[in-house]
């Protein structure tokens, strides 16, 4: 004879376990708000303004050993123009240290950082292929520039003397090949990425000096790096352009 089941009792406890899930994901909650109203705000500027440049496509980049990496992190804030002023300190220290101080003009204008290397520094006469010893020098400025968020912009120059050469019919078009020489040094040796760099040729039509000596000539024939100021300063408020000539700090004169 079979025994007549006795029928379930219904839990009446069943509730607590709903409670206990509600109160926990409240809890939850509640501490998602409070850490989010303790972020600092300029970490989150710094978060927003990473998140922008993803979804715009841009992308950050970390260089390491095995490639390259998207990441969002605080040093992709660019640096505003008068925080560059420490930048520009920092550049001749390094550059002092390399032995490489009277081959780099330094100065401030209201794009924001000038670096100013000389032709002969990179360049053979008529040539816009890299000399060996341009790496060295390009190696030192990208230690530093690598630390910077902001834009590089390579603008190549020359002086008026129209060129002689089977390859380039004009200074437009070497001005423009060095500066591209350049950018693309930086950016297949992955010491700047190249979403951060940009290139351009002046010819002899942005000349820093009169070309009516050789030594005129001499400065104007040159590449120029630009670290673009995240607020450019204003011409007007500044009494006149710093201009540090390396050579001689480096002679104390």
Known sequence: MKKKQHAEHENAERWLLTYADLITLLLAFFIVMYSMSMVDAKKFGAVSTALNRILSGGGLLLKGDKGTALAATERYVPVDSENLRAVMQEIITELKDRNLIAKVRVRQDSRGLVLSLS????FESGKADLDDSARVVLDTLGTVLAKLPNE???????????????????????????ATSVVRYLTEHRVLPPYQMSAAGYGEYRPVADNDTPDNRMLNRRVDFVIVAQHPVNPADMTRQEEISNARDSHGR
């Open 152 to 178: 590089v912009r390579i603008e190549g120059h020359t002086d008026n003397v129209p060129i002689h050469s089977g390859r380039f019919d004009s200074n437009w078009e070497l001005s423009a090949a060095r």
């Open 119 to 122: 032709d002969k520094v990179l």
